[in-house]
């Protein structure tokens, strides 16, 4: 499993200066940006689009993640790769073609991920093992940012890192939602590669980089999944 690496969801940011968070979070040290596109109707909250999404594209070199929180993301899965988004990652629950959803991701030259809502099973995961490169176990139900971290989602994650490891295939397992330096060793404990954190960096009182370096220092003390 390869080391822990920190992403950075922009739900909680100021949106009045987007673009300066996402360069403050890269300095912070993130590893990866993630943007939650929220419509509305798969959640109840609505964020931004894939041209908020470009328009910071040119100001930093991480790589981008669009978590597709939307009822129907197929027609606009070429606007976030347009848009320079390495990794897209659609919820099963939205997908009932998650076999052609993924397999078009990839056709677009992303990274094709899904991410499943705590009260979702992994059953379907072994039937789209070709088409997938990333996980996304949802340890909070999505919509929100600054939720509670839902600790039974580990034992998914251990299934999710007992399955990627069976197949022999290099397909990351990443977590969302109530990440924290209290929650971040379980959740790597259990088979973690990618750790989504918006609430945890955002509102550190120390800053951004310090709060890096809190998960980071955690992190380094937790052994990974066997
Ligand atoms: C839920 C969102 C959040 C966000 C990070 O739909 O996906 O999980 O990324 O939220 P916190 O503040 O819990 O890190």
């Not at 320079?84 to 990274?111: F, K, N, Q, Y």
């Not at 939602?177 to 971040?184: C, K, L, Y």
Request: negative net charge; hydrophobic residues 45%.
């Amino acid at each position: 499993m390869s080391d822990p690496q920190i992403v950075a969801s922009v739900l909680g940011a100021d949106y009045s200066r987007l673009g300066g968070e996402v360069l403050d979070l890269t300095a912070a040290g993130v590893d990866r940006i993630q943007w939650d596109i929220m419509d509305g109707h798969f959640v109840p909250a609505l964020t931004f689009g894939s041209d908020v999404v470009g328009a910071c594209r040119p100001y930093v070199t991480v790589p981008f993640e669009a978590h597709l929180m939307v009822a129907d993301p197929d027609p606009v899965l070429a606007d976030f790769a347009a848009a320079g988004c390495e990794t897209i990652i659609v919820h099963v629950e939205a997908c009932p073609h998650l076999h052609r959803t993924l397999s078009r991701i990839r056709d677009l030259g992303a990274r094709a991920g899904v991410a499943v809502n705590p009260s979702t099973s992994l059953d379907f995961v072994p039937y789209v093992l070709d088409q997938l490169d990333h996980v996304l176990v949802m340890t909070v139900n999505p919509g929100f940012g600054g939720q509670d971290y839902i600790e039974a989602m580990e034992k998914k994650v251990s299934e999710a890192r007992e399955i990627v490891r069976a197949s022999g295939r290099l397909i990351q397992i990443e977590v969302d939602g109530g990440i924290s330096a209290d929650t971040a060793a379980g959740a790597r404990r259990s088979g973690a590669e990618l750790l989504v954190a918006g609430s945890a960096l955002l509102t550190h009182p120390a800053g951004k980089r310090a709060a890096v370096e809190d998960l980071h220092r955690v992190l380094a003390d937790a052994p990974a999944a066997p």
